[in-house]
């Protein structure tokens, strides 16, 4: 499908559809009021008999029979007052979806309006939503192939800001899509020497460096946590890093970090039947978000050099798997008692933040489906945020005021580092039940080499059991609008 700009809507060009944002109430913008009067009042008639209440998400498609050679008119809510990113991202997404499910094939959208954003935000959230809400994962479907597909989406605007929010916006729904493909690429065929595969050809694209290290390579850097981990797997480990560097000079290094178990048994502390298991392919949500936030910088002009390290690993339960009792030693040499081979996340990254900061990263920011807890605490929606700089948190929870995304600042309270203190080791990787998202953002603080650090624990919204407005089930590419935004503010801040 392609997404273009056009100078203005015309209601005398054939389209299948016509999208128009409406707002609760009577009135309606300069598209609807002209498509009202062309059809003799009969779109205000519509809107006021289905009592359309122009809340965002809602949708009402009208068909124009015959009376303009525009075949239908999609309204979409766009709520009351100034709408957010979020706002017009959803209203696009289902605006796209309605059209599309009517069988429109190609389709002319009003401007969305600008409100407080400005117009290049304004048109780069309707963009996202178009191609996010269109998204579908068909790799592996023969029978009952969605047939209906829009091949057409133009939207009314020519200034240069609609033109930098339609790249933008096509820059991030593209990133946000390629977390999705790999989120829901079953773990049978992504695997981390897959991933690194992945990884080499999606930096050669994006113009990244990427170093992918081995086992051998591993066992040379002393990163015997993301090792053992590994070990119990045909499937063997990677560490996978990726440079992006600016155009003109560097602002600075920042680090991302994420977690990629491409699937999670559990290992020799076997999951049970019935806790998700089969969901347990997304444990790579982290990794793959943070390689797809990747591929926009360069189309964002992020001035920043950036790191993007991902520990690939696959966690399974066979004889040269690692066992409860073990004692690892992580890069930074800190020992590890494995409590429990299931909390292998935080072993993984352990290894990958010591790296990171180690390559001269000023700051860090880790994602991953790190705990069951943290969907407890903040359930299927909420990112569980941890972070050792105010700054740092700060700027991440701003971020979400254009992403949507919901991160919600919790503690790192001092008092229960001794749930997580070793009895033959340093550390031991499990503290219990009780807090347990907060004593996994401890354990992780102890390998960060003291520099700046925010985590992210995405175990609730990496994956969606229902459809949303812009997201299907399955893998939903969370993490890589916030990551985004986080990093077009600090460019911002000068
Ligand atoms: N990958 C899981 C966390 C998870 C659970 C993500 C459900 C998404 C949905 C993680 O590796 C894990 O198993 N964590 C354990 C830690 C415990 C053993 C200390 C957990 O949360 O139960
Ligand atoms: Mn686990
Ligand atoms: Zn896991």
Redesign the pocket.
């Known amino acids: 499908m392609d997404i273009d700009l056009l100078p203005a809507v015309s209601l005398d060009r054939e389209v299948d559809a016509l999208v128009i944002p409406v707002a609760p109430g009577p009135s309606l913008d300069p598209t609807g009021s002209e498509v009202d009067a062309r059809l003799e009042g009969a779109l205000s008639a519509a809107l006021r008999d289905a009592d359309f209440s122009g809340k965002v998400g809602k949708t009402m498609v009208i068909p124009t029979l015959g009376r303009l050679p525009v075949r239908r008119v999609v309204v979409t809510g766009i709520g009351d007052g100034a709408p957010t990113a979020d706002d017009l991202r959803r209203a696009w997404a289902v605006a796209a979806r309605a059209a599309r499910d009517a069988g429109a094939r190609s389709v002319v959208s009003a401007a969305p309006p600008t409100g407080d954003l400005g117009e290049e935000r304004a048109y780069r959230a309707a963009v996202e939503g178009v191609r996010l809400g269109l998204y579908e994962f068909l790799e592996y479907r023969t029978l009952d192939r969605p047939e209906k597909r829009v091949e057409r989406f133009d939207i009314a605007g020519e200034s240069d800001a609609a033109r930098r929010g339609l790249a933008a916006g096509e820059a991030v729904a593209a990133a946000v899509s390629l977390a999705r493909d790999l989120v829901n690429q079953p773990a049978d065929a992504l695997y981390p020497e897959r991933l690194a595969a992945i990884a080499q050809e999606t930096a050669s694209a994006a113009g990244l460096e990427c170093v992918v290290h081995d086992p051998a390579a591993l066992q040379d850097l002393g990163a015997g946590a993301i090792l053992a981990v590994g070990k119990g797997s045909v499937r063997e480990p990677r560490l996978i890093h990726l440079t992006y560097r600016p155009r003109g000079t560097s602002r600075g290094t920042i680090g991302l970090v994420g977690k990629a178990?491409t699937f999670?048994t559990?290992g020799v502390?076997l999951?049970p039947t019935g806790?998700?298991l089969e969901?347990?392919k997304?444990?790579m949500a982290g990794g793959a978000a943070v390689l797809a936030t990747m591929t926009a910088l360069a189309a964002l002009d992020v001035p920043f050099t950036v790191c993007g390290v991902i520990a690939a690993a696959e966690?399974m339960l066979s004889g040269t798997a690692f066992r409860p009792g073990d004692v690892l030693r992580a890069m930074n040499g800190k020992t590890i008692e494995v409590?429990?081979t299931?909390?292998?996340?935080r072993l993984v990254l352990a290894d990958a933040l010591t790296y990171t900061a180690r390559q001269g990263a000023e700051a860090l920011i880790d994602l991953a489906?790190?705990?069951?807890?943290?969907?407890i605490a903040l359930g299927q929606q909420g990112t569980a945020l941890y972070g050792t700089d105010q700054a740092l948190v700060d700027d991440l929870v701003a971020a979400t005021a254009w992403s949507g995304e919901k991160l919600w600042p919790m503690p790192l309270w001092d008092e229960y580092r001794e749930l997580i203190r070793g009895d033959v080791a340093d550390l031991k990787?499990?503290?219990?039940?009780a807090g347990?998202s907060i004593?996994?953002a401890l354990f992780l603080r102890e390998f960060t080499e003291g520099k700046p650090w925010a985590h992210l624990d995405i175990?609730?919204p990496?994956?969606a059991d229902k459809v949303s407005d812009y997201a299907g089930k399955g893998g939903t590419g969370h993490g890589v609008s916030t990551l985004l935004a986080f990093l077009e503010r600090r460019a911002a801040q000068g």
């Open positions: 178990i999670d559990g502390n999951k806790s998700g969901h347990m997304s444990d966690n409590i429990s299931d909390a292998e996340g489906t790190l705990t069951g807890a943290a969907i990787n499990s503290g219990g039940r347990g004593t996994a175990a609730g990496a994956w």
